[in-house]
């Protein structure tokens, strides 16, 4: 069984459905009837106006994000581990024209008041030196760590007092929210939060992530960018229909919840090898090579994710919408028998 | 009936089932089965060994294509009325990082030797002027003109003496070969063409397109820039399914000639009116205001297209793969009555 | 005798006395005391606040001025012939990550509301276009003629109608005022000028331009991106004391008008030949072959600019401050003498 | 007395004659015949064929010559207190559209081929991540120590081992030989750098640098992007004139022995103080808070250079060549003396 990625999984029944219920002529872009109901669709979800442009990919809603928020000669303040930093091959540059990441540290992946605030009075404000204009959090992080909405609101105040920007990369977001609880504004746009990577693939959708813009003036400019980097299809009714498909009956919620009750489950036979707190649906384990070598020989697959110490490596592996208690426990029954 | 684009029109059937026969887990990205065999599958249409990417759309193919040719202190001479100039929204300007379009006119939105040798003779060779370094063409072009073989291969031997590289932007490219009915290679590789975008969206396809290298080598910096652009899907194995149906039993082929087939006969009714010689599935026409007009009362749907003098406008009629005889003979009638 | 450009010309005895004054310990960058002094000379030259950077050459200077006018996927318009399209090497491209200049056509090299505005209602109002968001005119333009206040103003107005900034080349802006004996503020900001790049260099300085900005908020930016493009220089002294020598008992207006004399001595000798109006310090002529290597052959040296017509070419002389009566009488003699 | 920065300290007599000298009319930008002279001046420096560009700062040279080694997708290692990253607000991210600057530590600013290698092992070799394809090295470095010939070999070795290109940071170059007393060449090519900035502006030139290329085809591109970065300088015989009166008699070396001598007296004086070994014309010291105060209440000024520890700041001081025994013994007094 693959617990590489999430990225790995097949695309939802639900949404190959919308996808083929949208394959009749219409208008072509983003002028279809599809993309016209996703603002309000999106609008419910967030309980305010919002608006939404669809793009197949975290990396292009990421990156349009940053470049609504910074001009080229600025700065993002992001985790060291950020999916920005560490995965997109430059994308944020490339998108920015050039800003800058500014990297500081944090257990699990997540940052704090206290390690923005000294990124920020670390950097002289002067001509000399790229001064920050925006924060970028991860919300599942990148190590399947949750912001919680006070967390999210403290980071958003020092955000405003220092005339940042807040974006969120949300591409495991539904994952973040099943475990909250909360109204999705509640650890977004009530937190301080301007705009939201809002991600459906790793989710049971196919190539369909919502950029979600609480200030609607900042999408103006986005739509732009999104033409000239490539990202408007053509056939876009294809994308609204997969983002539409996931709202409905709020299917984006189940699949997360699916993922992480997963998760949980090979978590808790895994309690004294956990390397971080499991609250999505990313678990990551200390397991000896001889260990990881045997769960293989066993048929389940999983990246390395570096090494521990002399004796330990670390794994990483990832739960889907589609995995089941009864995909998951001969797993955690083979960690448990470790 | 809709005219107004082949954007238009729906998925072929035979790339929704392989899109849903893909629909299994399976190695994220490009990783996957059906990605795999891209490179084989395009070496055999063109008999040549050649690299392939996928990607969402003809912008950001195009767009990589001129960024593997030009340095951003250089610049790209293609046609004024070209699509990469017209309706990419600068994007060429994006994934060069501002390298320039240089624009040259010509009937049919096509170029000769004669016009891109006076633009080359035009620019100083000093610092001070851009200094060109490629040439784009678009084939069937922006007026459903087709370039023969020996047209290409004049323009390929010029860029080859002049130092320049040579695009073609292939958005309608099956158009173009069931035209020609010349082998694919003929018009491409062999005539000079460097790197070509495939387009496969307009003729069926969803969103995938191929950007086809000739010379492999250029495509090794064409898989990052594409990351960077946020256009590897991490889900990529749908795009690559996509080709995959196009270019089994030649269907990229029969969809385009259906197309130009339905062409033809409006083109037959219309062929006092016509701008251009009808050559692919455009058909650009003159029509009087109040011709429009009556079209259009009659259910006919398509784009004005500027302003022929004071007495007649200009129109655009796409057809599709999926328009038959009996889709346009009405209007062909209609045209025809006027 | 040197007509090839003012680029050519010495440095003022009283510019280069300026930088040996400057010539002993101060504050590296912008913070020295010449610097300091660099808004209030400027803001007495235009009557009102002003925000003033230094920069060392006139296209640093205005692509500085353009990036703070446009943002990356939006465009300027300029005449086919400005020095920012022809001369600059791309670099408002580089400067502005990419945007796109939008070329007019207009006599002696300048634009009217007429042109400018045929060229904003050619661009389609949707995302797949570029979209204008500055104009940028050349004063004195580059075939050496004037914009009146009242052509300004009239431009000026359309951009605030229409939204965009305003930017004026003044690489010969000293010669333009000298000719229009205006107030220099009733030619630029009380004309809706946003930014200037008033040329020094041309005009007897050694290697500095001011970048006036007249909303001195727009200054913020640039500030940043001065330094960014490695133009902020750490004896940056040396170019303030140059531009305040400049200022000084209107230096940069006695020069100036040295140099529209001595050019106009010229065109009084060849008032036949020339191909526009002689309104700053540069004579644009037609000569036949014979008569421009009969010409050199007394020893004139000055550019070829292109061909007339069959029997004519365009040559160009361009005065410098340096040039007196004594100086240019003997090419007016040889002028009339042909 | 001041020892803020040697970009505060005057310019050298001969270089203020030599750019008197080139005051009379010349060709304009880079073909005056004292920019003719360049190349066969600076390759006599090194004793083999070099191509050189004068450029007006530091920051433009640094990133020009970065420009010339990576692709926008790439990525450039260096320390993370080199003044690439910290000191020029962004300009390589500009200058390379994009381009990541990636960090790594060692003591006094400098790397080591295990450092380097511990970088490069910690990049995935795919696309999602970032290929470095350059190394940059500061000599003397940010905290005035200086590579020998064998370390610059040794990551001259590992770069042509691994395909990254090699640039070094010579802005206090002129210091670290005067240090060495070895051959220029001998720290530069010899020892694998391609691309040198040769800096003089801190070592009593006014506003030119010198980038070396050792490889001068490289140079060629270097020329338009020069350009196209607005510092291709209309008057550039006047940064021609002062790099050859620098080179005159060897006035750089000259210049560079008398600040590091003046350098040495202070570090004499300050031996247990010293945070750095004093390799060049930098003194970084450890102050009590009291002990700064004292000096600067005698009339020394410097810069505070962060904090030691609880009880100890860090003051960063500066030679220059203009410092003499004279100059500096009061300061080496006041420090025996707190």
Redesign the interface.
């Given at each position: 069984m693959?617990f590489?990625?999430d990225?790995?999984?097949?695309?939802h029944p639900a949404v190959?459905q919308a996808?083929?219920d949208a394959?009749?002529?219409?208008?072509?872009?983003d002028g279809d009837q599809w993309s016209a109901r996703l603002d309000a669709a999106f609008s419910a979800v967030f309980g305010r106006d919002v608006a939404v442009l669809w793009?197949?990919?975290?990396?292009?809603?990421n990156?349009l994000a940053l470049a609504s928020l910074v001009?080229?000669?600025?700065?993002v303040i992001c985790h060291r581990e950020a999916h920005i930093e560490?995965?997109?091959?430059?994308?944020p540059?490339?998108?920015?024209?050039?800003?800058?990441l500014m990297l500081i540290e944090g257990d699990g992946a997540k940052v704090t008041p206290e390690t923005v605030e000294a990124c920020l009075n670390g950097i002289r404000n002067d001509?000399?030196?790229?001064?920050a204009a925006a924060l970028s959090i991860t919300n599942a992080s990148e190590y399947g760590m949750v912001y919680s909405p006070a967390e999210v609101a403290a980071l958003g105040a020092l955000c405003h007092n220092r005339g940042l920007g807040l974006h969120m990369d949300g591409a495991r977001f539904a994952n973040a929210i099943a475990t909250l609880g909360c109204a999705p504004a509640d650890v977004t746009v009530n937190a301080g939060v301007d705009v939201l990577s809002f991600g459906f693939?790793?989710n049971g959708g196919?190539?369909a992530e919502a950029l979600v813009y609480f200030d609607p003036a900042l999408a103006d400019?986005a739509?732009?960018?999104?033409?000239?980097?490539?990202?408007?299809?053509?056939?876009g009714r294809?994308?609204a229909a997969q983002l539409l498909a996931m709202l409905e009956n709020d299917l984006w919620l189940t699949n997360a919840r699916s993922a992480n009750a997963a998760a949980q489950i090979i978590a808790g036979a895994a309690a004294e090898r956990l390397l971080h707190p499991v609250q999505a649906n990313e678990i990551f384990l200390r397991l000896a090579p001889a260990e990881a070598a045997a769960l293989r020989a066993q048929g389940f697959d999983f990246y390395d994710w570096g090494v521990v110490d002399e004796n330990w490596g670390a794994a990483r592996l990832v739960t889907s919408w589609?995995h089941t208690e009864t995909d998951v426990t001969p797993l955690a029954h083979a960690i448990a028998a470790l």
């Open positions: 693959r590489f990625s990225n790995a999984a097949p695309v190959m996808m083929a394959n009749h002529i219409d208008t072509a872009y793009v197949a990919t975290g990396t292009s809603a990156c001009q080229p000669h600025q700065g560490v995965d997109e091959c430059g994308a540059g490339f998108y920015t024209a050039g800003a800058k001509v000399h030196q790229v001064q693939v790793k196919m190539g400019a739509r732009y960018r999104r033409k000239r980097a490539g990202h408007l299809q053509s056939k294809f994308l589609q």
